[in-house]
């Protein structure tokens, strides 16, 4: 069980939009901020946003994160059947020695 | 063009000992904090460690501290991750990746190797 807590799955159909959640504690998303990967599988990941609402350059503007208390959110807007990935939250845990998480990961499927 | 290539990947049999490494170019590497991340079979991401750029910091996940050790030889351009005590948990993909900036305890990896499999196994 991951500390920070996505669902499972998500769904949506072309255009619609979606959001993913990502749900932590005061020791990693109330202190720290929130990245979000995109992993195609059989692929290496790929940052979508880091720094809560950070796009890497070639990131389209139709992914957009924020964060709020402990609770982090990553939206797609215009959804496109190769949007159909698995998607991972991350952030930095400040507990005891200090250690990196990730999100147990959703799975979104375009219908 | 940002390249990193993992190697050293195998099977080995529990208890047993292996030293991964990642082979960096296209950039500054010494500029740049590196992060090992894996993923088990069928499994999530997993952040194993992380270390700054100058290799004075570095950072182990609770499941690998005593364990493994990362460093970074950064005349080589080369990352490294030196595990001993290997279990069958173990087993993954591990995967190196460049962190956006200098800071280590920062998860926002921008390029990302393919990965080397692992195997513990008797």
């Known amino acids: 069980q991951s500390v920070l807590t996505q669902p499972p799955s998500a769904s949506g159909t072309p255009g619609q939009r979606v959001t993913i959640s990502c749900s932590g504690s005061?020791?990693?998303?109330?202190?720290?901020?929130v990245n979000w990967y995109q992993q195609v599988p059989g692929t290496a990941p790929r940052l979508l946003i880091s720094s809560n609402d950070q796009r890497p350059s070639g990131v389209p503007d139709r992914f957009s994160g924020s964060k709020s208390g402990t609770s982090g959110s990553l939206a797609i807007s215009g959804l496109r059947s190769e949007d159909e990935a698995d998607y991972y939250c991350?952030?930095?845990?400040?507990?005891?020695?200090?250690?990196?998480?990730f999100g147990g990961g959703t799975h979104l499927t375009v219908l | 063009e940002v390249q990193l290539l993992e190697s050293g990947g195998g099977l080995v049999q529990p208890g047993g000992s292996l030293r991964l490494s990642c082979a960096a170019s296209?950039?500054?590497?010494?500029?740049?904090?590196m992060t090992w991340v894996r993923q088990a079979p069928g499994k999530g991401l997993e952040w194993v460690s992380a270390?700054?750029?100058?290799?004075?910091?570095?950072y182990y996940a609770d499941s690998v501290r005593g364990r493994f050790t990362i460093s970074r030889d950064n005349s080589k351009n080369t990352l490294y991750l030196r595990m001993s005590s290997l279990r069958a948990e173990d087993t993954a993909l591990y995967y190196c990746?460049?962190?956006?900036?200098?800071?280590?305890?920062?998860?926002?990896?921008?390029?990302w190797g393919q990965g080397t499999l692992v195997t513990i196994s008797s």
């Open positions: 990746a460049r962190g956006l900036d200098i800071v280590a305890t920062r998860p926002s990896c921008d390029y």
């Open positions: 005061s020791s990693n998303l109330g202190s720290n901020t």
């Open positions: 270390i700054d750029p100058s290799g004075g910091g570095t």
């Open positions: 991350a952030s930095w845990d400040d507990s005891l020695n200090g250690f990196a998480v």
């Open positions: 296209g950039f500054s590497f010494s500029s740049y904090a």
